[in-house]
Nanobody, 127 residues
Framework: QVQLVESGGGSVQAGGSLRLSCAAS????????MAWFRQAPGKEREGVGS???????HYGDSVKGRFTISRDNTKNTLYLQMNSLKPEDSAMYYC?????????????????????WGQGTQVTVSS
């Protein structure tokens, strides 16, 4: 069983920074694509950033230039560095991974292509 566990969420004032981590464990500890999604109350879950095993990254339009996704394959850990946070960034942030590689699904944040999901970590940005 593959498990993804997020950490690093919390409350921060607008303009601040947070660094989220996602630790992967289980029989499958590597993935072609890993990504961060977020979901605010009453809204659809949206893609924040994704990263392919070769390092290629994609970001949602609303976070480009502010967030950086990275992965440490040796540690089986995914990261999301969030800078210049805005109140609209407040959401539950989820880590996700693909069991089977799908480049299109990775870059387009197609949720059906992601097989594993963490429980989420809450990020609250106050003004």
């Amino acid at each position: 069983q593959v498990q993804l566990v997020e950490s690093g969420g919390g409350s921060v004032q607008a303009g601040g920074s947070l660094r989220l981590s996602c630790a992967a464990s289980g029989y499958i500890t590597s993935s072609y694509c890993m990504a961060w999604f977020r979901q605010a109350p009453g809204k659809e879950r949206e893609g924040v950033g994704s990263i392919v095993s070769d390092g290629s990254t994609h970001y949602g339009d609303s976070v480009k230039g502010r967030f950086t996704i990275s992965r440490d394959n040796t540690k089986n850990t995914l990261y999301l560095q969030m800078n210049s946070l805005k109140p609209e960034d407040s959401a539950m942030y989820y880590c996700a991974a693909q069991k089977y590689g799908n480049r299109w699904g990775c870059s387009s944040f197609a949720r059906p292509t992601f097989d594993y999901w963490g429980q989420g970590t809450q990020v609250t940005v106050s003004s």
